[in-house]
């Protein structure tokens, strides 16, 4: 089955510094792998997504992932933090069939003027 | 497009009551689904819906919980009869086709709470 950690739950930096949301992945067959981006009583917004095209894969607000099939990784980056970015963000990955999301339990990034 | 579009945004009954969630997908996608967010659980799929069809619904929680599509731009998600473990957040969600490469677009969630 296929899974996904994200390895911290609060990530805290200052406006302008760089940002590194990290996750790992679980799966048995190449995956595609989402970042979700959430605001306080807001829905689900869509940051990027990989579908073993490019491994470096760039999505909106400036954010960027990059698929690291040997780490078995998919880490959110950001070069310089807005206060914007305030949010909680969700690394998914979509299971074999295409028709289930499985989410990580988030990751509340704080940012700091 | 105005996207998926989810009513009502806050809910708020009584143990006991029928509750009942709506949900419109953006035109033209053909699969629905249904999630729950809560502290303690995150985010969870309920069940989906293929081109109006339910697909997977072994993360309905129990028989309270059932979910209806009877056309292409409407579904349902009713709880019946509602308990305070059912208070989170519900959303909805659709995509193009359903397959491991389409977005799936969210709605607004509809935050339940029964007292």
């Known amino acids: 089955a296929q899974s996904v950690t994200q390895l911290d739950s609060h990530v805290s930096v200052s406006e302008g510094t760089p940002v590194l949301l990290r996750c790992n992945y679980s799966?048995?067959?190449?995956?595609?792998l989402f970042w979700y981006v959430q605001h306080p009583n807001k829905g689900l917004q869509l940051l990027l997504k990989?579908?073993?095209?490019?491994?470096l894969v760039k999505g909106i607000n400036g954010f960027e992932a990059e698929f690291k099939k040997s780490e078995t990784s998919f880490h959110l980056t950001k070069p310089s933090a807005h206060m914007s970015d305030a949010a909680e963000y969700f690394c998914?990955?979509?299971?074999?069939?295409?028709?289930?999301?499985?989410f990580g339990a988030g990751t509340i990034l704080r940012v700091k003027s | 497009d105005a996207g998926v579009i989810q009513s009502p945004r806050h809910e708020v009954t009584e143990m006991g009551q029928e509750v009942t969630l709506r949900c419109k997908p953006i035109?033209?996608?053909?699969?629905l689904f249904w999630y729950r967010q809560t502290m303690m659980r995150g985010l969870e799929l309920l069940i989906y819906?293929?081109?109006?069809?339910?697909?997977?619904d072994s993360g309905m929680p129990e028989d309270r919980f059932s979910a209806k599509m009877p056309n292409a731009s409407f579904s349902t998600l009713k709880i019946q009869p509602s308990e305070p473990r059912d208070s989170a957040v519900y959303f909805c969600?659709?995509?193009?086709?359903?397959?491991?490469?389409?977005?799936?677009?969210f709605g607004p969630g509809t935050r339940l709470t029964v007292l």
């Open positions: 819906f293929n081109n109006n069809v339910p697909i997977d």
């Open positions: 998914v990955v979509s299971d074999y069939n295409g028709n289930k999301l499985v």
């Open positions: 799966s048995s067959y190449s995956p595609s």
């Open positions: 969600a659709s995509s193009l086709a359903g397959a491991s490469t389409d977005t799936q677009y």
């Open positions: 035109s033209g996608h053909n699969s």
């Open positions: 990989y579908t073993s095209a490019a491994t």
